[in-house]
């Protein structure tokens, strides 16, 4: 039986170690004082200084931070009313309510970022750019809030609802009182969660941000598509940074976030 | 005085009646009990009374005013629900003050109201704990105080003590009986279990398939069950396939096969010759010792054919002469003595001539 | 109010709980939305997969005069597709690939999920974060790591790399589901299989395998389904060759600008989506009986 468990935690830990290395090396080498990035030369932050002038990629973090900002909300208020839809209305047409909402989130972003692109040019003839991004990032992330403030709710008694109701409170005030402050944690961590696809989404806004706008990770694929450079890896040391932090916050909030994202 | 009257009032879902017809009278201050085994139709027309479902047929009055098309906010009933339904992000003083506040009552009425009422449930050393750091008991103390504090004119309560495990069960029970007296409000209380409805109600209402099968007190629906739904859903009964030979001013005289004359307690409107069943409680039937003198009219021989020890009564299964297998009840009265016959022992069973009840079929 | 109600009524209960107006107002919103952004591109790709390509790229026009014009509707690009065995190769190596990579994430992912299942509580959450963390990493990033890892080893543009790149980004994927699976696995059949003789293998083999199949479905679905759409690993690590149908799809919306084709591709990924995903449901839900 020992024997077993031994093997079992080499294999588990090999498995971790295939998971951070990569990732070290990474951010080791964004402290790397050489272009390339084969051998490690000194320790240097002349990286992170070159990016906070490039002018390009900051635009390109502002743009990425302010689609976030917006998609997450918009994506947020959504969600939730589709989260509570879905949860305490699965009768008549609303019982498609949940295919609409979680197939943008199965489905491989390829096919939603083409359709998005077809939708826009070729029926609105809409020019890409912001808009046509937040709009994408709203589909896909409005998908998971939905998910977490729907399992909120099925975790909750639902007697209390109507307890409320019987004791006084018209449906308005049962909301206010009771519904919302027992879903708020759902929907802080949906929004956190929203804000984090928003700002890591690669395949969707590829196809939909035209020729005008960019984002960090648009930005970060033309810098790997041309060298490799150092700065690309302090700029996704920083970003592993940023989505730690919300990662970390969101799991505080809702436990089921974790759960909700496989 | 009615303070709730349910007149003709009908419940469809789809095909299924799951109230069919029913109309009750329910008098001010009583504890009044909807007994039901499952799917009877009881709890529907609990949430009917509290508005959450509106009737197909028929109409609700408390105090004389119908309830039709009056949402639950609006009405002064509150309910204690089966699982509590508790507020878990209110503290107890903030769940049982709701009503206060939905009712807009200031902070001072509010303060003394809530003071009393903890008091009243004996829970004021725990009002600033939260639902999930409370036992069964006390929340179901929490729940009573929640729906009582602002005076409803009615209380309805959904098989509340369900949850519990059967010694807390007794003091609840005792709890509430005490609780509704002082506070006087009235009662609509569901459950299926007959223990229940006879220990705590002043009335009750047997319910069966959406129908009402008999309102009455419940020595009256122990003691005489209108039909056979109601004498087998409560207690345990026997049942002896009989005929009427004589329906007398006095007395009811009915023949069971094989057995001989029954003398029963008259029941009006029955015509001889009709067919029946007599209804017969267990700790009714008297037993003798073969040979004894039979001093009850109704007297019959058989023998004991199983014996069930539960430690304060003995209850003993006798078959009579026509092969009808009928339960009594012994009191071991003699501690230390477990039984009083044995299995295969020749006896009398006997019984008075006001015990047990005719019913139709 | 526990006792079994029938649908009927639980249907109707669930109606009377919000009044109309609320109901709407609430489902409303996010229903136009999803309907309008989602469904409707949706079946706007469908019918671009009938179409011709417009003459600087796009699509033809489909309305003259306001109304369908009949000639403008097209098969070719189906008998495009299906003509050429290019097309077929392409989607057969990108199910292979997808096939590969989800068989090495479930052999990385199972011991790492028994691991994790096996813990005590305060240590569990611990390591599931671990796992979840370099998930927090952008997408590009965790891509670009193997480039610099695979670069100096010569080891880039090759097979090995967009294999390597897949699996690296989609073993959260399947190590979640497994391990919240494996979890809930009662630890008495074991030692029950241990005291009636059964060795360590077998009592994995024969027990915490089968049982652990709902888990690995999930996991395979996760896996599986992504991977098949991919563009970007194939092009950032696979260099030229090595097409898959996301390449393919890219390169006609982007690239090529020819649409209808694009569209065709994705119309037909989109089916073998739905067809894995109806088929991990089943064998999910017939799992579960047996199990």
Same mark, same amino acid.
């Given at each position: 039986?020992?024997?077993?468990?031994?093997?079992?935690?080499?294999?588990?830990?090999?498995?971790?170690?295939?998971?951070?290395?990569?990732?070290?090396?990474?951010?080791?080498?964004?402290?790397?004082?050489?272009?390339?990035?084969?051998?490690?030369?000194?320790?240097?932050?002349?990286?992170?200084?070159?990016?906070?002038?490039?002018?390009?990629?900051?635009?390109?973090?502002?743009?990425?931070?302010?689609?976030?900002?917006?998609?997450?909300?918009?994506?947020?208020?959504?969600?939730?009313?589709?989260?509570?839809?879905?949860?305490?209305?699965?009768?008549?047409?609303?019982?498609?309510?949940?295919?609409? *909402?979680?197939?943008?989130?199965?489905?491989?972003?390829?096919?939603?970022?083409?359709?998005?692109?077809?939708?826009?040019?070729?029926?609105?003839?809409?020019?890409?750019?912001?808009?046509?991004?937040?709009?994408?990032?709203?589909?896909?992330?409005?998908?998971?809030?939905?998910?977490?403030?729907?399992? =909120?709710?099925?975790?909750?008694?639902?007697?209390?609802?109507?307890?409320?109701?019987?004791?006084?409170?018209?449906?308005?005030?049962?909301?206010?009182?009771?519904?919302?402050?027992?879903?708020?944690?759902?929907?802080?961590?949906?929004? !956190?969660?929203?804000?984090?696809?928003?700002?890591?989404?690669?395949?969707?806004?590829?196809?939909?941000?035209?020729?005008?706008?960019?984002?960090?990770?648009?930005?970060?694929?033309?810098?790997?598509?041309?060298?490799?450079?150092?700065?690309?890896?302090?700029?996704?040391?920083?970003?592993?940074?940023?989505?730690?932090?919300?990662?970390?916050?969101?799991?505080?909030?809702?436990?089921?976030?974790?759960?909700? /994202?496989? | 005085?009615?303070?709730?009257?349910?007149?003709?009032?009908?419940?469809?879902?789809?095909?299924?009646?799951?109230?069919?017809?029913?109309?009750?009278?329910?008098?001010?201050?009583?504890?009044?009990?909807?007994?039901?085994?499952?799917?009877?139709?009881?709890?529907?027309?609990?949430?009917?009374?509290?508005?959450?479902?509106?009737?197909?047929?028929?109409?609700?009055? !408390?105090?004389?005013?119908?309830?039709? $098309?009056?949402?639950?906010?609006?009405?002064?009933?509150?309910?204690?629900?089966?699982?509590?339904?508790?507020?878990?992000?209110?503290?107890?003083?903030?769940?049982?003050?709701?009503?206060?506040?939905?009712?807009?009552?200031?902070?001072?009425?509010?303060?003394?109201?809530?003071?009393?009422?903890?008091? !009243?449930?004996?829970?004021?050393? /725990?009002?600033?704990?939260?639902?999930?750091?409370?036992?069964?008991?006390?929340?179901?103390?929490?729940?009573?105080?929640?729906?009582?504090?602002?005076?409803?004119?009615?209380?309805?309560?959904?098989?509340?003590?369900?949850?519990?495990?059967?010694?807390?069960?007794?003091?609840?029970?005792?709890?509430?009986?005490?609780?509704?007296?002082?506070?006087?409000?009235?009662? *609509?209380?569901?459950?299926?279990?007959?223990?229940?409805?006879?220990?705590?109600?002043?009335?009750?209402?047997?319910?069966?398939?959406?129908?009402?099968?008999?309102?009455?007190?419940?020595?009256?629906? &122990?003691?005489?069950?209108?039909?056979?739904?109601?004498?087998?859903?409560?207690?345990?009964?026997?049942?002896?396939?009989?005929?009427?030979? @004589?329906?007398?001013?006095?007395?009811?005289?009915?023949?069971?096969?094989?057995?001989?004359?029954?003398?029963?307690?008259?029941?009006?409107?029955?015509?001889?010759?009709?067919?029946? +069943?007599?209804?017969?409680?267990?700790?009714?039937?008297?037993?003798?010792?073969?040979?004894?003198?039979?001093?009850?009219?109704?007297?019959?021989?058989?023998?004991?054919?199983?014996?069930?020890?539960?430690?304060?009564?003995?209850?003993?299964?006798?078959?009579?002469?026509?092969?009808?297998?009928?339960?009594?009840?012994?009191?071991?009265?003699?501690?230390?003595?477990?039984?009083?016959?044995?299995?295969?022992?020749?006896?009398?069973?006997?019984?008075?001539?006001?015990?047990?009840? &005719?019913?139709?079929? | 109010?526990?006792?079994?109600?029938?649908?009927? *009524?639980?249907?109707?209960?669930?109606?009377?709980?919000?009044?109309?107006?609320?109901?709407?107002?609430?489902?409303?919103?996010?229903?136009?939305?999803?309907?309008?952004?989602?469904?409707?591109?949706?079946?706007?790709?469908?019918?671009?997969?009938?179409?011709?390509?417009?003459?600087?790229?796009?699509?033809?026009?489909?309305?003259?005069?306001? =109304?369908?014009?009949?000639?403008?509707?097209? !098969?070719?690009?189906?008998?495009?597709?299906?003509?050429?065995?290019?097309?077929?190769?392409?989607?057969?190596?990108?199910?292979? *690939?997808?096939?590969?990579?989800?068989?090495?994430?479930?052999?990385?992912?199972?011991?790492?999920?028994?691991?994790? +299942?096996?813990?005590?509580?305060?240590?569990?959450?611990?390591?599931?974060?671990?796992?979840?963390?370099?998930?927090?990493?952008?997408?590009?990033?965790?891509?670009?790591?193997?480039?610099?890892?695979?670069?100096? +080893?010569?080891?880039?543009?090759?097979?090995?790399?967009?294999?390597?790149?897949?699996?690296?980004?989609?073993?959260?994927?399947?190590?979640?589901?497994?391990?919240?699976?494996? @979890? /809930?696995?009662?630890?008495?059949?074991?030692?029950?299989?241990?005291?009636?003789?059964?060795?360590?293998?077998?009592?994995?083999?024969?027990?915490?395998?089968?049982?652990?199949?709902?888990?690995?479905?999930?996991?395979?679905?996760?896996?599986?389904?992504?991977?098949?759409?991919?563009?970007?690993?194939?092009?950032?690590? $696979?260099?030229?060759?090595?097409?898959?149908?996301?390449?393919?799809?890219?390169?006609?919306?982007?690239?090529?600008?020819?649409?209808?084709?694009?569209?065709?591709?994705?119309?037909?990924?989109?089916?073998?989506?739905?067809?894995?995903?109806?088929?991990?449901?089943?064998?999910?839900?017939?799992?579960?009986?047996?199990?």
């Amino acid at each position: 039986m020992r024997r077993r468990i031994n093997w079992l935690w080499a294999a588990s830990l090999a498995v971790y170690a295939f998971l951070y290395v990569p990732l070290a090396v990474v951010v080791l080498f964004s402290f790397n004082d050489s272009l390339l990035n084969a051998q490690w030369v000194g320790f240097t932050t002349r990286w992170y200084g070159k990016l906070l002038h490039d002018d390009e990629m900051l635009r390109a973090a502002a743009n990425s931070l302010f689609i976030a900002l917006t998609a997450s909300s918009v994506a947020t208020l959504l969600g939730t009313m589709a989260g509570i839809a879905m949860q305490r209305w699965p009768v008549g047409l609303l019982r498609f309510l949940p295919f609409l *909402v979680l197939t943008p989130v199965a489905m491989p972003e390829i096919l939603l970022g083409v359709s998005l692109l077809l939708f826009f040019r070729q029926v609105l003839d809409l020019t890409l750019g912001l808009f046509s991004i937040l709009v994408a990032h709203i589909t896909f992330s409005l998908g998971f809030v939905a998910i977490i403030v729907r399992a =909120r709710l099925a975790g909750m008694d639902e007697s209390i609802f109507e307890a409320a109701r019987d004791l006084g409170a018209t449906p308005w005030r049962t909301f206010r009182h009771v519904t919302f402050p027992l879903i708020l944690p759902g929907i802080l961590a949906g929004f !956190l969660m929203s804000f984090t696809l928003s700002i890591d989404d690669f395949v969707i806004t590829f196809f939909v941000a035209g020729v005008g706008v960019t984002t960090l990770p648009l930005q970060i694929y033309s810098m790997i598509k041309v060298a490799v450079s150092p700065e690309v890896n302090a700029v996704s040391t920083l970003l592993m940074a940023l989505t730690l932090t919300l990662i970390a916050l969101a799991s505080r909030l809702a436990p089921d976030t974790l759960k909700a /994202k496989s | 005085m009615a303070i709730l009257e349910i007149r003709g009032v009908t419940r469809r879902f789809g095909d299924l009646r799951a109230v069919d017809d029913v109309s009750l009278s329910i008098e001010a201050g009583e504890f009044f009990t909807l007994l039901g085994p499952s799917g009877c139709g009881k709890t529907t027309l609990l949430r009917m009374i509290a508005g959450f479902d509106e009737p197909d047929a028929g109409q609700l009055f !408390l105090d004389g005013q119908a309830l039709t $098309g009056i949402p639950p906010e609006k009405r002064p009933v509150h309910t204690v629900f089966q699982s509590y339904a508790l507020f878990p992000h209110m503290s107890v003083a903030q769940n049982i003050a709701f009503p206060l506040r939905m009712a807009g009552k200031d902070e001072d009425e509010i303060r003394r109201r809530l003071k009393e009422t903890l008091e !009243l449930v004996h829970l004021a050393d /725990k009002a600033q704990h939260f639902p999930h750091e409370l036992s069964g008991g006390q929340k179901q103390r929490v729940a009573l105080a929640r729906g009582l504090i602002n005076k409803p004119r009615l209380l309805l309560l959904d098989e509340p003590l369900g949850a519990l495990d059967a010694k807390l069960r007794e003091q609840m029970e005792r709890e509430l009986i005490a609780l509704q007296r002082e506070v006087g409000v009235t009662f *609509v209380f569901v459950t299926h279990s007959q223990q229940e409805a006879l220990a705590l109600s002043h009335r009750i209402a047997v319910m069966n398939a959406g129908r009402i099968e008999q309102v009455d007190v419940p020595e009256q629906i &122990y003691g005489y069950p209108r039909n056979r739904f109601v004498a087998d859903f409560i207690g345990t009964i026997n049942l002896l396939p009989v005929e009427v030979r @004589e329906a007398a001013s006095g007395h009811l005289r009915l023949l069971a096969p094989g057995l001989g004359e029954i003398v029963a307690p008259p029941v009006a409107g029955v015509s001889s010759g009709e067919r029946g +069943a007599f209804a017969l409680r267990p700790e009714q039937v008297r037993i003798s010792a073969h040979g004894a003198e039979p001093e009850l009219h109704n007297h019959f021989r058989g023998t004991i054919r199983d014996s069930l020890y539960l430690g304060d009564v003995t209850v003993y299964k006798i078959e009579l002469d026509n092969r009808v297998v009928i339960e009594a009840l012994l009191a071991n009265s003699a501690p230390g003595h477990a039984r009083f016959f044995e299995i295969g022992d020749a006896v009398g069973a006997g019984w008075r001539q006001d015990a047990g009840v &005719y019913l139709r079929e | 109010m526990n006792k079994p109600i029938p649908d009927a *009524v639980a249907g109707q209960r669930a109606g009377s709980r919000g009044s109309g107006l609320t109901r709407w107002l609430v489902s409303l919103p996010p229903t136009l939305f999803l309907l309008v952004f989602f469904l409707a591109p949706a079946l706007i790709m469908v019918a671009a997969s009938f179409q011709h390509p417009g003459e600087f790229g796009g699509l033809a026009p489909l309305f003259i005069d306001g =109304r369908i014009d009949p000639a403008q509707l097209t !098969l070719e690009t189906y008998r495009f597709f299906f003509g050429d065995w290019i097309y077929a190769e392409i989607f057969l190596r990108s199910f292979l *690939v997808a096939a590969a990579t989800t068989l090495i994430c479930l052999a990385l992912a199972y011991p790492l999920a028994l691991t994790i +299942a096996h813990s005590t509580k305060r240590h569990r959450d611990l390591l599931v974060l671990l796992v979840i963390l370099p998930f927090a990493s952008n997408f590009l990033i965790r891509i670009y790591a193997w480039i610099i890892l695979l670069g100096p +080893a010569n080891l880039l543009y090759t097979p090995f790399a967009v294999i390597a790149g897949m699996v690296y980004v989609h073993l959260p994927f399947m190590i979640l589901p497994l391990y919240s699976n494996l @979890e /809930k696995h009662d630890p008495a059949l074991l030692e029950a299989a241990q005291d009636l003789g059964a060795g360590a293998w077998t009592r994995f083999w024969r027990i915490t395998f089968p049982l652990s199949l709902p888990g690995i479905w999930s996991g395979t679905a996760l896996v599986f389904i992504p991977v098949l759409g991919m563009f970007a690993i194939p092009e950032l690590l $696979g260099g030229t060759g090595d097409l898959l149908i996301g390449n393919l799809i890219k390169e006609q919306f982007l690239d090529n600008r020819d649409w209808p084709l694009g569209s065709t591709l994705s119309l037909l990924l989109t089916l073998a989506v739905l067809a894995l995903a109806a088929l991990s449901a089943w064998a999910g839900r017939s799992r579960r009986r047996s199990a």
